[in-house]
């Protein structure tokens, strides 16, 4: 099984300043990469795919880059309704497919 | 624009089988191209994926859950279920439905918690 591991864990910034999170996966998942946003008592949802293409509907301030085995979002400028908890997930080995342990954005 | 409903009991006894179903409007699942699938969160927790299927009834699922594991679906009624026997409260969980295309999950249903308890 392919593990993710997220860094860090809690990452704390203020608004409107730039917050750039971690995925790491055990072995290459080449493009094969997905990021999902989850406020609290929502669904996930899609943001990033083949990780660098935004899903429909969002802002281009999210953008995902790497491959391989690094894997890095970057949100440009938070916005109060960005604070939430972010989620990587393999494909690579698809129809498996495995999560990160997740980053939480809060307020700084 | 495709939402995804999941339905089912809150509250399952241990030993017993949990049973969700998944209704899906805005589009049609035996259109083909696309997968169904179930994920679940324990609570504060990770997510985890269960497993798939296609409209065909193809299916394929996470291998640490694959004993306990049956997903079918019914294109007549544009729905897909989960069943999963002999739980326990490590079972207890938000379960969500979403479909997946070939890796990433784009539309997900609200979730629905289960809970395994006596």
């Given at each position: 099984?392919?593990?993710?591991?997220?860094?860090p864990?809690?990452l704390?910034?203020s608004?409107?300043?730039?917050a750039?999170?971690s995925?790491?996966?055990?072995q290459s998942?080449?493009?094969?990469?997905?990021w999902?946003q989850?406020?609290?008592?929502?669904?996930?949802?899609?943001?990033?795919y083949?990780a660098?293409?935004?899903a429909?509907?969002i802002?281009?301030?999210?953008?995902g880059?790497?491959?391989?085995?690094?894997?890095?979002?970057?949100?440009s400028?938070?916005?109060?309704?960005?604070?939430?908890?972010y989620?990587?997930?393999?494909?690579?080995?698809?129809p498996?497919?495995?999560?990160?342990?997740?980053?939480?954005?809060?307020?700084k | 624009?495709?939402?995804?409903q999941?339905?089912?009991?809150?509250?399952?006894?241990?030993s017993q089988?949990?049973?969700?179903?998944c209704?899906?409007?805005?589009?049609?699942i035996?259109?083909?191209g696309?997968?169904?699938?179930w994920i679940r969160?324990?609570?504060?927790?990770g997510?985890?994926?269960?497993?798939?299927?296609?409209y065909?009834?193809?299916?394929?699922?996470?291998p640490s859950l694959?004993?306990?594991v049956?997903?079918?679906?019914?294109?007549?009624?544009?729905q897909?279920?989960?069943k999963?026997?002999?739980?326990?409260a490590?079972?207890?969980?938000?379960?969500?439905c979403?479909?997946?295309?070939e890796?990433?999950l784009?539309?997900?249903?609200q979730?629905?918690l289960?809970?395994?308890?006596?």
């Open positions: 099984e392919i593990v993710m591991t997220q860094s864990a809690t704390s910034v608004p409107g300043e730039r750039t999170l995925c790491r996966a055990s998942v080449s493009s094969n990469l997905a999902y989850q406020k609290p008592g929502q669904a996930p949802r899609l943001l990033i083949g660098s293409t935004r429909t509907g802002p281009a301030r999210f953008s880059s790497g491959s391989g085995t690094e894997f890095t979002l970057t949100i400028s938070l916005q109060s309704e960005d604070f939430a908890v989620y990587c997930q393999q494909y690579n080995n698809w498996s497919l495995t999560f990160g342990g997740g980053t939480k954005v809060e307020i | 624009q495709v939402q995804l999941e339905s089912g009991p809150g509250l399952v006894k241990p089988t949990l049973s969700l179903t209704t899906v409007s805005g589009g049609s035996s259109s083909g696309y997968y169904w699938s969160q324990h609570p504060g927790k997510l985890e994926w269960i497993g798939y299927i296609y065909s009834g193809s299916t394929y699922y996470n694959k004993s306990r049956t997903i079918s679906v019914d294109t007549s009624k544009n897909f279920s989960l999963l026997s002999s739980v326990t490590a079972d207890t969980a938000v379960y969500y979403a479909r997946d295309q890796g990433y784009d539309y997900w249903g979730g629905t289960v809970t395994v308890s006596s």
